[in-house]
């Protein structure tokens, strides 16, 4: 395709060429969802990666799952175990995922995620699959007689997640 430099088409042919390209990109999931958390009122929590040898500085999986479900029971969400996650259609999981590789140097480079995850049915006869409806994270490097830190890492992570179920929930008390 030829394009005259002369004149002043070719930078207006260009930019709405680009325009017609950013239309046809779908949109992300994140654009896609709307109140993903509304209704979202039981919640069973899962802890997934805390190696068992951070204990020694005062990091275990059952400490942190217990801090997530005071901090869930605080802001009125009701926290289930596992066997009625697995038997109640209603109740989403909130998983907080740890991954920690240790340097050379004896430092750790942590990531957190903190995911809201929701059934979807899969027919009237029962059955669901489990989607991951938020997530957020960061990340960081610690030393590992700071891991500890970690509860404060989740903590803000929790806040984020609380203000978006609160706002999402706050929509559904209004209709």
Request: contains cysteine; proline residues 3%; glycine residues 8%.
């Given at each position: 395709?030829?394009?005259?430099?002369?004149?002043?088409?070719?930078?207006?042919?260009?930019?709405?060429?680009?325009?017609?390209?950013?239309?046809?990109?779908?949109?992300?999931?994140?654009?896609?969802?709307?109140?993903?958390?509304?209704?979202?009122?039981?919640?069973?929590?899962?802890?997934?990666?805390?190696?068992?040898?951070?204990?020694?500085?005062?990091?275990?999986?059952?400490?942190?799952?217990?801090?997530?479900?005071?901090?869930?029971s605080?802001?009125?969400?009701?926290?289930?175990?596992?066997?009625r996650?697995?038997?109640?259609?209603?109740?989403?999981?909130?998983?907080?995922?740890?991954?920690?590789v240790?340097?050379?140097?004896?430092?750790?480079?942590?990531?957190?995620?903190l995911?809201?995850?929701?059934?979807?049915?899969?027919?009237?006869?029962?059955?669901?699959?489990?989607?991951?409806?938020?997530?957020?994270?960061?990340?960081?490097?610690?030393?590992?007689?700071?891991?500890?830190?970690?509860?404060?890492?989740?903590?803000?992570?929790?806040?984020g997640?609380?203000?978006?179920?609160?706002?999402?929930?706050?929509?559904?008390a209004?209709?």
């Amino acid at each position: 395709m030829f394009l005259p430099t002369t004149s002043g088409l070719r930078p207006a042919l260009l930019l709405l060429m680009a325009m017609c390209g950013l239309a046809a990109f779908p949109l992300h999931a994140e654009e896609f969802a709307a109140n993903a958390l509304r209704g979202m009122q039981r919640v069973n929590v899962a802890v997934d990666g805390v190696n068992a040898d951070f204990e020694r500085y005062g990091l275990s999986a059952a400490e942190l799952r217990r801090h997530v479900e005071e901090r869930l029971s605080a802001a009125g969400l009701e926290t289930a175990d596992d066997s009625r996650a697995q038997s109640d259609a209603s109740v989403g999981q909130l998983r907080v995922k740890l991954t920690a590789v240790e340097s050379s140097y004896g430092y750790y480079s942590y990531a957190v995620a903190l995911q809201a995850r929701r059934k979807i049915p899969l027919s009237a006869e029962g059955g669901f699959v489990s989607q991951n409806v938020w997530q957020n994270g960061q990340s960081g490097i610690s030393n590992p007689s700071d891991l500890r830190k970690i509860y404060g890492v989740v903590d803000e992570l929790l806040t984020g997640f609380l203000s978006v179920h609160g706002s999402d929930n706050v929509a559904k008390a209004a209709h």
